[in-house]
Structure formats: structure tokens, C-alpha cells
């Protein structure tokens, strides 16, 4: 991602204890970041494949989180 990358879009992901993470749309893609390490795990083509990316992130047998647009 470069520095100069606008987000166009975010997606909060929430899970039984609260938001475990973030999708934010940018004109690379879509970014993956979870609350519990704060770093970007990569962009992903398509906002389908970053949900998917991100519940793979999650603790072994989570539910499917809850994304809301913000």
C-alpha cells in the first residue's frame, strides 16, 4: 500500500465481544486489520475475499462476524 492510498470505504467487524476488526476499501483494495495486532494483513481483490481473510484471522471456531459500514 502506498502512503499516498485514500480509504473509500470502511467495514467494522464485530464479533460476541465486540469489533475484532476493520475492511477498509481503498484503490488498491480492500485492507485487512484486526484490533488484537493493529497492522494491515494485506489487500484482497474483492470485499467478499477481505471478509473471508479476516474471519480465517479470527480465533479457531468463531462464528462469522457481523460487518457494519461505517
Not at 470505504?9 to 460476541?16: D, E
Not at 494483513?41 to 479476516?54: E, H, S, W
Amino acid at each position: 500500500m502506498s502512503t499516498s492510498t485514500m480509504t473509500r470505504q470502511t467495514w467494522v467487524a464485530f464479533g460476541p465481544a465486540g469489533a475484532v476488526g476493520s475492511i477498509h476499501r481503498t484503490d488498491d483494495g480492500f485492507l485487512v486489520k484486526m484490533v488484537s495486532d493493529g497492522r494491515f494483513r494485506g489487500v484482497y481483490p474483492t470485499l467478499n475475499v477481505a471478509k473471508g481473510a479476516l474471519h480465517a484471522a479470527m480465533k479457531p471456531g468463531s462464528d462469522w462476524p457481523e460487518f457494519r459500514e461505517h
